[in-house]
């Protein structure tokens, strides 16, 4: 786009990329990256979203500074993690993986955090971690195979989408529920526009869909 600075989003998730298009932010290209997900042993689940959102923001600018056409982009990474106490829930792949943390999700609170690092033009790195608490409801054996037939758990963190059905799971929020989703978008924009991205470049002929 003519007339603002180029923009990477360095994810692959569509939801990542429909929250920004909420936002009025069109990312110039997409740049996931290929990192190990895998916490470390004893690893907090804080530091663990704040580690790989850096991964992820390194493994982007890399590629960038490879592309003429990309170089001295804006690049914005990000990271959740589900977790209940100290312990840090899957992405689930699995069945059987996210049978076992919706079992353990089941009529109590957990933690989601999400944590986005920003990468400037001049290739300073900025990070935020935000936080949101959330209940759920006492979940059935019947609830939990029919939200597992659903699909929809499937490469989620904690092994739930709260933007589909298992929207109807939670009881209680507490915080951002774009930061469930995936992305805060009010950090992010606050983020970006603080280092001089212009983040109503869109707005003007934004439409509601």
Not at 11 to 37: F, K, M, T
Not at 51 to 63: E, P, Q, T, V
Not at 144 to 152: D, F, P
């Amino acid at each position: 786009m003519l007339g603002r600075p180029k923009f990477v989003l360095a994810s692959g998730s569509p939801r990542r990329l429909s929250l920004l298009n909420q936002a009025g932010i069109d990312p110039d290209a997409l740049r996931p990256a290929d990192v190990d997900e895998t916490p470390r042993r004893g690893e907090l689940p804080r530091a663990c979203a704040n580690r790989l959102a850096r991964a992820k923001a390194d493994a982007a600018l890399k590629s960038v500074q490879l592309d003429d056409e990309l170089r001295g982009a804006f690049i914005l990474s990000a990271d959740t993690v589900v977790a209940v106490g100290r312990r840090i829930l899957p992405k689930a792949n699995l069945v059987d993986e996210a049978a076992q943390c919706l079992r353990l999700l089941s009529g109590r609170n957990h933690r989601v955090y999400t944590a986005i690092c920003l990468v400037t033009p001049r290739e300073a790195f900025r990070q935020r971690l935000v936080e949101t608490r959330v209940r759920f409801k006492r979940l059935s054996e019947d609830d939990i195979q029919a939200y597992i037939g659903s699909g929809e758990w499937r490469g989620k963190a904690g092994g739930y989408a709260v933007q589909g059905i298992a929207g109807s799971f939670v009881v209680k929020m507490v915080g951002s529920y774009t930061n469930v989703v995936g992305l805060p978008l009010y950090e992010t924009t606050t983020l970006l526009g603080g280092e001089g991205f212009p983040i109503r470049f869109g707005w003007l002929n934004a439409t509601t869909v």
